[in-house]
């Protein structure tokens, strides 16, 4: 059986459509076919998308900075969703090299295939740190280091939302002649759904993401003590639903194209939509997190001092190389404003020396 088929046989059984977010975890998650279960490139020119960590080896770096700041020596990092594995070599590469490596470095991948490719990658670049990296399956229990999830949220199963008639209805995927479509689902109830927008105007359409924000509260209570650091492309919540972005934030991409079509290329195309920073931070709190830090992707990785590696380079040809991936990481038309990192802490207060810059979380 394919995929559409698969999905196709869950509307028949369900007799009526099937919430988009159910539709996005078969699409992305069905074992073997599912975009990020299958053997298909993904990441990089060859795939999809471009990842920060797969346009330039400054992400992870700085990142291992923030980490280093609050990383004690009996201390762990867990990495979700690692994708190829790069950021993880990264990281490690940086923390070894400012003396400061992690007992552990956890990942917790839903994807056997992209495990092995982390295996692989890690195996290359660092054979000897490879003994410390292990591979999850569930939430650890009483963690204590850092979590890094870095475009992890977005790829999380969300709902779609539909404003018709004075409310707010679920959409989902339905069968219209034996194609996919969009049909209307049930009427949401402001009192079961307190994160839902006000009115906006008919046939506004949005995201709700209870699944990201499940998650963090699973996060909080699989943690003794820890600093965890969200990195997505999103946004607070007055820019989330703002009256113009009348079609939400989902988003496909099938070898970079960006379409807002899911019912194509059914698990050759990756299906995303942007993060609410302020529903995951409000989720957040009332799990117990404080909240340690928000700012630009640009703002966190200048404070962190990306433009130093750049200084320390003596080669012009890299020089120039560093230059532009520097450029496609912070600059506002690039990744620079478009990410946001989200930072989390339980037991731990630290001044976090990324967002010395910036700190937006006043606007969540
Ligand atoms: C867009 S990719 C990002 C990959 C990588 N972090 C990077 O930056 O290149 C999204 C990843 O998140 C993973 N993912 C989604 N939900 C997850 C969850 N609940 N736990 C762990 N990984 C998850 C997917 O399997 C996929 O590997």
């Not at 999905?7 to 699409?27: H, R, S």
């Not at 703002?299 to 532009?324: C, H, N, T």
Request: glycine share 6%.
């Amino acid at each position: 059986m394919n995929l559409d088929e698969v999905i196709k046989n869950t509307i028949i059984q369900n007799q009526a459509p099937i919430g988009f977010d159910e539709f996005m975890q078969l699409a992305l998650y069905y074992p073997k076919l599912g975009y990020y279960r299958s053997g298909a490139e993904k990441f990089g020119q060859r795939g999809d998308f471009v990842t920060a960590p797969e346009t330039s080896d400054l992400f992870g770096f700085c990142l291992a900075r923030q980490c280093a700041q609050v990383l004690k020596k009996t201390d762990d990092l867990l990495e979700f969703g690692a994708g190829s594995g790069v950021l993880a070599a990264q990281i490690l590469f940086e923390l070894g090299r400012l003396d400061c490596l992690p007992r552990h470095y956890y990942i917790l991948e839903l994807s056997a295939e992209l495990r092995h490719r982390q295996q692989q990658t890690i195996a290359k670049a660092l054979p000897e740190l490879l003994p410390r990296v292990v591979w999850l399956d569930q939430l650890p229990q009483a963690f204590n280091g850092v979590v890094i999830a870095n475009e992890v949220l977005d790829a999380m199963p969300a709902k779609r939302i539909i404003q018709q008639d004075n409310a707010f209805y679920e959409l989902g995927g339905g069968m219209r002649q034996a194609s996919f479509d969009w049909q209307v689902k049930e009427v949401l109830n402001q009192q079961t759904t307190p994160n839902c927008p006000p009115l906006m105007g008919e046939g506004y359409t949005t995201e709700l993401n209870p699944q990201a924000m499940a998650w963090v509260n699973s996060l909080y209570g699989a943690l003794d003590s820890a600093l965890v650091l969200l990195i997505d492309y999103g946004m607070q919540r007055s820019e989330y639903f703002h009256p113009q972005r009348v079609e939400g934030t989902l988003r496909c991409y099938y070898q970079h194209q960006a379409s807002d079509n899911p019912f194509v290329n059914i698990g050759k195309q990756d299906i995303t939509t942007s993060v609410n920073f302020s529903d995951i931070a409000d989720q957040a709190t009332d799990s117990g997190f404080k909240i340690a830090g928000y700012a630009t992707q640009a703002l966190f990785l200048i404070a962190l001092g990306i433009d130093e590696y750049l200084l320390d380079e003596v080669d012009a040809d890299k020089r120039i190389s560093l230059a532009q991936q520097i450029k496609q990481l912070v600059l506002p038309s690039a990744m620079g404003e478009s990410f946001k990192v989200l930072a989390l802490s339980k037991k731990t207060e630290v001044k976090l020396i990324g967002f010395k810059e910036q700190e937006l979380s006043y606007k969540l």
